[in-house]
């Protein structure tokens, strides 16, 4: 009754507030939070075992009085004639103010300590290091591969934002394809039900294809992309050429692929404001599940319950195309394994992905220093990787009081956009870091898994996700991708070349919000487009 009365009173400030949503929106917000009770008992029954603490329906962490102003700051605007209250920054007080420029995506937190400052700087370090092949002089160094994506963290997360398809006959090292084949026998369904696994890799190639070997070793083979150009026609008569892709793989190095095997292009993301996802309440992010779409509005969301490996517990995905992983440190050391062949404590896979079919890998030396420790990358090396990741700033918004861009910010509003990209959150008051703690911050995520229809469906499931679900990404920094990264690819294969694309790729859940750009007037489109250039 406490959470029903919590709900009722969001909703009752919202409907009678002067900056409060349309009357549709009042009942959408009214709806999913009254849906949260159903959405836990649907996520204790996904995970078999009683919930986990991290999973309370409501926040303990909150007093009334702070209850009461999370609720009312973030409740959504229905004023678009000036910037909201702390519009501006967008990451919360860690937000950089330093100038825009190639650097942008890789400042520091502006509220960490001097001596947490030092520690980024470490763990920036280490994130550009490259490592070299065993044995070496550089033992420090050691354990690259045998098989990888590439040398160092940095290689991937250009200047810290996302990667880039291949172009031309040019390889990639950015944007990787995933392998995986779902469930085939009573054992492996059971497997998955209990959360035990998120799919199956393929025999031979395992979970990821990994092109580059260390000397000696052939690589497992290169990303084939062949696009075909799909015109699409706007209001008022402009014509928009989207890229739709198909993904092979040329000389495979170790056989044919098992049939069953699906291939699933998944584009590096940007790094900034990872820490503060990581601490959302999780009783914020699942108020947004509308199982049974109440609101009749299309839209249901839905969490992926996970393992947390390094804990062992059933909790809320949030990272990942995907939202297949539960933390910051668990997502570092899956990319030490599977991208760069190094293991860790969390994930001690000294040969990364090779598997028992591949005997000459297998056979290669690994980087162990038993001096060191029993891994290549040992707790101080990730510890240090693990904190730059969490404390990569979110850059400050541009231009919020410009009346094209406050144009753009209703429409996206009144196309339904928020219904997934959620603008805001209060993140939770006892964190680790004093810095991520009690922040106002401007995801424009819900960070659940939407249905995006077939047109970006990929067949792949991961754990409760879909062949064609999708977690909603974080929208702040998408302006600033030109800037840092050079080039302007969008959505998780980089399909999309302008914003425009991207929104025009989207289906399923998102169709409505899709067909509402297509036949607004060239002004409005442009509007929007600016205000997410402001992000």
């Avoid at 959405?39 to 995970?47: D, F, K, N, W």
């Avoid at 196309?415 to 680790?432: A, E, Q, Y």
């Amino acid at each position: 009754m406490r959470r029903r009365l919590d709900f009722l009173r969001r909703s009752r400030r919202a409907e009678g507030s002067p900056s409060s949503p349309s009357r549709e929106s009042s009942l959408a917000w009214l709806v999913r939070g009254l849906s949260l009770i159903s959405v836990m008992a649907t996520a204790s029954a996904l995970a078999g075992d009683p919930l986990p603490a991290d999973l309370a329906a409501t926040r303990s962490d909150l007093t009334p009085k702070d209850l009461a102003r999370v609720i009312a700051v973030t409740r959504p605007t229905a004023d678009f004639s000036k910037p909201e209250p702390f519009e501006l920054m967008q990451g919360g007080a860690g937000t950089s103010r330093r100038d825009v420029n190639r650097d942008a995506f890789s400042q520091p937190a502006a509220n960490i300590t001097f001596e947490e400052e030092g520690n980024f700087k470490l763990g920036n370090a280490l994130f550009r290091k490259n490592w070299v092949s065993s044995p070496s002089s550089t033992q420090a160094s050691d354990g690259l591969g045998p098989l990888f994506n590439e040398r160092a963290c940095q290689n991937c997360h250009l200047k810290d934002g996302r990667g880039r398809p291949p172009a031309g006959g040019a390889g990639t090292t950015s944007m990787f394809l995933r392998l995986a084949r779902d469930a085939s026998s009573e054992q492996e369904r059971a497997e998955l039900a209990g959360h035990k696994l998120l799919n199956f890799p393929d025999p031979v190639y395992g979970s990821q294809l990994q092109g580059l070997a260390v000397a000696g070793l052939k690589g497992e083979g290169r990303m084939r992309v062949d696009y075909q150009e799909e015109k699409v026609t706007l209001a008022g008569g402009s014509v928009v050429s989207l890229r739709k892709p198909g993904y092979s793989v040329d000389g495979l190095g170790y056989g044919p692929l098992d049939p069953r095997t699906t291939l699933s292009p998944r584009l590096t993301p940007p790094m900034i404001g990872l820490g503060l996802i990581e601490q959302i309440a999780p009783a914020d992010i699942l108020a947004h599940v509308d199982r049974d779409d109440r609101d009749a509005d299309g839209i249901f969301g839905r969490p992926n319950i996970v393992r947390d490996e390094l804990s062992g517990e059933v909790t809320l995905g949030r990272f990942g195309w995907k939202a297949q992983t539960a933390s910051i440190r668990e997502q570092a050391a899956e990319a030490f394994a599977g991208d760069i062949g190094i293991s860790t404590p969390e994930a001690p896979k000294h040969w990364g992905d090779c598997t028992e079919a591949e005997k000459a890998c297998l056979a290669m030396p690994n980087g162990v220093q038993q001096r060191l420790g029993p891994v290549e990358a040992p707790p101080p090396v990730m510890d240090l990787v693990t904190f730059y990741s969490q404390n990569l700033a979110v850059p400050a918004r541009r231009d919020i009081d410009n009346r094209q861009v406050l144009a753009g910010k209703k429409q996206f509003y009144e196309m339904g956009c928020i219904s997934c990209h959620t603008p805001k959150f209060v993140t939770l008051r006892g964190t680790p870091n004093k810095a991520q703690a009690f922040q106002l911050i401007w995801p424009y995520s819900d960070f659940l898994l939407h249905d995006m229809g077939p047109g970006l469906a990929d067949g792949q499931p991961v754990g409760d996700a879909t062949g064609s679900e999708w977690r909603t990404p974080p929208l702040w920094g998408i302006g600033l991708t030109g800037t840092v990264n050079g080039n302007m690819f969008f959505l998780h294969d980089g399909r999309a070349r302008t914003l425009a694309e991207a929104i025009l790729w989207h289906g399923g859940e998102g169709q409505k919000a899709r067909d509402r750009f297509a036949a607004a007037d060239a002004a409005d489109r442009d509007a929007l487009v600016k205000f997410l250039e402001s992000l």
